[in-house]
């Protein structure tokens, strides 16, 4: 069951970086697209109100990006690392854990079996 278990986290990790990577893509070409098309009515419009605007969305569209090209190196990043598998004895990592709380739960009055 645990050995189920870890498949399945396993395979939701894997599901969970796809989806970053994918949307870290698809978000790419519009940010681009939004940045160039400010950029020229930037260059048209004469300084003032509407180009101060239009400075603010270049810094929105620019903070996307940035976001965007962090959420690929994690996709990256994520891929790489494959989940280290070695055997593990359940029953002394318990006997430790349960060592290292007996007496606080003892002394909150807490039986610990």
Do not use: S
Request: glycine fraction near 4%.
């Amino acid at each position: 069951e645990l050995n189920r278990l870890l498949l399945r986290v396993r395979r939701a990790i894997a599901d969970e970086q796809r989806l970053t990577a994918d949307a870290a893509h698809e978000l790419r070409t519009p940010l681009a697209a939004i940045r160039a098309q400010t950029e020229v009515a930037l260059r048209r419009l004469p300084p003032g109100e509407a180009a101060a605007a239009l400075g603010k969305i270049i810094q929105a569209v620019d903070r996307g990006a940035h976001l965007v090209d962090q959420l690929l190196a994690l996709a990256r990043l994520d891929h790489t690392d494959e989940i280290r598998r070695e055997a593990l004895a359940l029953r002394p990592a318990a006997e430790q854990a349960a060592a290292t709380w007996r007496e606080r739960f003892a002394a909150a009055g807490v039986e610990l079996a």
